[in-house]
């Protein structure tokens, strides 16, 4: 595909920059309008002629979001599914492997919170242990320590590839590669990469791939997405059936359908839905690779110039690191550093040890504030962001 990256068309097509100084794209991103007039067009159907005859007349445009996806990690469109957010596709294949008391899961200290809570409901209901591989010392997932724990056996791995609280990139191909030589089924959060970085399953190598669509790529809130690989159709069951998901055969009998829509609901955000295939094809169209780069530099940028202020740390690890930024300022608490930039017009978010139990709080790190940069925002708003830093300081 021939991309084109232009700053100052994402800019003017972002109607969002005239408010705000926007660095909480790792919350929720700014929309490009033409990802919004998608979504209330769709909603402004469904008023005129019905929500069923809408979905039937755009039957089109929402299949070829599967295209889309598919496009976006490399994979065949029935390897797809449209789910309402990033937690539940996660679930939808986690929840689905068929573990056995015993079962060995493999995870990593940046694994997003709502995963970890649900491996420990797993060690609860069903007897699975969970082993935690530590940081190296870069602070990504330690591979040498990953190799051994695979190699003692091991039902899953999972790993989130760029964590919620911190610039940190996990390597997820050389994860994929060894979860390869040790026949481990791999499970990979890609929900703050998703837009941030390219994607592609097959380099990665893993069997299941969740993402959201309001962060990086920048679509609509409520929905998300799930890639299940050839093994994972064979070897999930997802923990829900409907009419969607199954075929009702005989009175007594059911078959699930063949592809990942299996995973799916039945009735869902069909205008989101639409959006999101929207913002897919918008990231796709700029160029997931030239805008990558230009998030790690604005990423770079910020990380450097609150670096360069006394009392303020910077908290990212990491060999590779991404767009999201995390500090804090001496003797000025969290809330209160992202209530003084909101004020300024800036937008960030906080993330607490409370929710980062096995990342944050071993590391003894407060509440931190979270700047995420995405490739619209320009370099001077990143200055402002580290002049209002200083100002508040
Ligand atoms: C790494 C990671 N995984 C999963 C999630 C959950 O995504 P969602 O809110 O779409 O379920 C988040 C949300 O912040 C996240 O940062």
Not at 300 to 319: F, M, N, Y
Not at 335 to 358: E, F, H, M, W, Y
Request: aromatic share 8%; proline share 4%.
């Amino acid at each position: 595909m021939s991309t084109q990256f232009s700053l100052e068309a994402v800019r003017a097509a972002t109607p969002g920059i005239e408010n705000v100084i926007h660095v909480n794209n790792a919350g929720s991103a700014l929309p490009p309008s033409v990802v919004t007039d998608t979504v209330v067009d769709y909603l402004r159907r469904e008023e005129a002629i019905g929500g069923y005859e809408t979905a039937d007349e755009r039957h089109g445009q929402l299949e070829a979001v599967y295209d889309s996806l598919g496009a976006l990690v490399g994979a065949p469109r029935e390897h797809m599914a449209v789910i309402e957010n990033a937690t539940r596709a996660w679930d939808m294949a986690v929840y689905g492997y068929p573990f056995e008391r015993g079962d060995r899961v493999v995870t990593c200290r940046a694994e997003y919170s709502s995963n970890v809570l649900a491996f420990l409901q797993l060690e609860r209901r069903f007897g699975i242990e969970m082993v935690l591989i530590d940081d190296d010392d870069y602070g990504q997932i330690d591979l040498a320590q990953v190799d051994t724990e695979l190699a003692a056996g091991a039902a899953m791995m999972a790993m989130t590839h760029i964590p919620t609280s911190g610039g940190l990139i996990n390597p997820a191909e050389e994860v994929g590669a060894l979860c390869a030589k040790h026949g481990v089924f791999y499970v990979l959060d890609a929900c703050q990469s998703a837009g941030q970085v390219p994607l592609d399953v097959n380099t990665i190598g893993c069997d299941v791939l969740s993402g959201t669509g309001r962060k990086y790529l920048r679509g609509p809130r409520g929905t998300g997405f799930l890639y299940a690989g050839e093994r994972a159709l064979e070897v999930l069951e997802p923990p829900f059936i409907d009419l969607h998901s199954a075929d009702w055969t005989q009175a007594d009998d059911y078959e699930w359908r063949p592809d990942a829509r299996r995973f799916e609901n039945w009735e869902t955000y069909y205008a989101g839905k639409a959006g999101l295939g929207v913002a897919v094809d918008y990231a796709l169209s700029l160029g997931i690779e030239t805008t990558a780069a230009r998030i790690t530099n604005l990423g770079a940028r910020l990380r450097a110039g609150l670096e360069s202020l006394d009392r303020v740390g910077v908290h990212d690890k990491g060999a590779r690191r991404g767009g999201i930024v995390t500090f804090t300022v001496d003797g000025v608490d969290a809330a209160s550093v992202q209530a003084q930039l909101l004020l300024r017009k800036i937008n960030t978010s906080t993330s607490g040890p409370d929710r980062a139990r096995l990342d944050l709080e071993p590391r003894g790190l407060p509440t931190v504030i979270r700047a995420s940069a995405h490739y619209y925002n320009s370099e001077d708003e990143i200055d402002a962001v580290i002049q209002a830093v200083d100002a508040v300081r």
